[in-house]
T-cell receptor, first 115, second 114 residues
Framework: EAQVTQNPRYLITVTGKKLTVTCSQNMNHEYMSWYRQDPGLGLRQIYYSMNVEVTDKGDVPEGYKVSRKEKRNFPLILESPSPNQTSLYFC??????????????FGPGTRLTVL | GNSVTQMEGPVTLSEEAFLTINCTYTATGYPSLFWYVQYPGEGLQLLLKATKADDKGSNKGFEATYRKETTSFHLEKGSVQVSDSAVYFCALSDRGSNDYKLSFGAGTTVTVRA
């Protein structure tokens, strides 16, 4: 089944404890992206990647890191989480960067709480 | 820059009622417009899309028409069901901006009662 998977689905952590949220897609997509969803704000893009070893900042990159060493994986790293990073996070992918203009496929989400 | 303004909710309806969710946009280039739906506990799914002016997107009884003159993309369904209860997001992507992303509205929570 073609899908985007994220792990963990739920995470409660404390301020300053480094964490990684994994994202993997099995559709051989070039483009991958991370969004965060907050009430009243919709989804906002954190980082995106147009291909392996190519990443760029989205609208709200502060406090996050990403890497794209393999085509299928795009982990989101919070080196020193803070309470304002408590949010619902979605990973998404598209066949190619230009395919973003047609459709993105979203993972099931990771609900992160930072105490 | 690009932005999407979406009707605020929550919206509560009875089954078989008519649903409209308003969406207007601002874009600098040539946007494609989308409606995504998020069912409880799930990720977002593409509901419908339109890539140029006057296009009508439709799926699962939902429709939306790309109106360039009013910069709008309102979502409609003639007779909702309980299973349509979800959060609906209007979004755009703008080829002219070359930013390769979706810009989302705030989302509208719809609850349909039996």
């Amino acid at each position: 089944e073609a899908q985007v998977t994220q792990n963990p689905r739920y995470l409660i952590t404390v301020t300053g404890k480094k964490l990684t949220v994994t994202c993997s897609q099995n559709m051989n997509h070039e483009y991958m992206s991370w969004y965060r969803q907050d009430p009243g704000l919709g989804l906002r893009q954190i980082y995106y990647s147009m291909n392996v070893e190519v990443t760029d900042k989205g609208d709200v990159p502060e406090g996050y890191k990403v890497s794209r060493k393999e085509k299928r994986n795009f982990p989101l790293i919070l080196e020193s989480p803070s309470p304002n990073q408590t949010s619902l996070y979605f990973c998404a992918s598209s066949l190619s960067p230009s395919s973003v203009y047609n459709e993105q496929f979203f993972g099931p989400g990771t609900r992160l709480t930072v105490l | 820059g690009n932005s999407v303004t979406q009707m605020e909710g929550p919206v509560t309806l009875s089954e078989e009622a008519f649903l409209t969710i308003n969406c207007t946009y601002t874009a600098t280039g040539y946007p494609s417009l989308f409606w995504y739906v998020q069912y409880p506990g799930e990720g977002l799914q593409l509901l419908l899309k339109a890539t140029k002016a006057d296009d009508k997107g439709s799926n699962k009884g939902f429709e939306a028409t790309y109106r360039k003159e009013t910069t709008s993309f309102h979502l409609e369904k003639g007779s909702v069901q309980v299973s349509d209860s979800a959060v609906y997001f209007c979004a755009l992507s703008d080829r002219g901006s070359n930013d390769y992303k979706l810009s989302f509205g705030a989302g509208t929570t719809v609850t349909v009662r039996a």
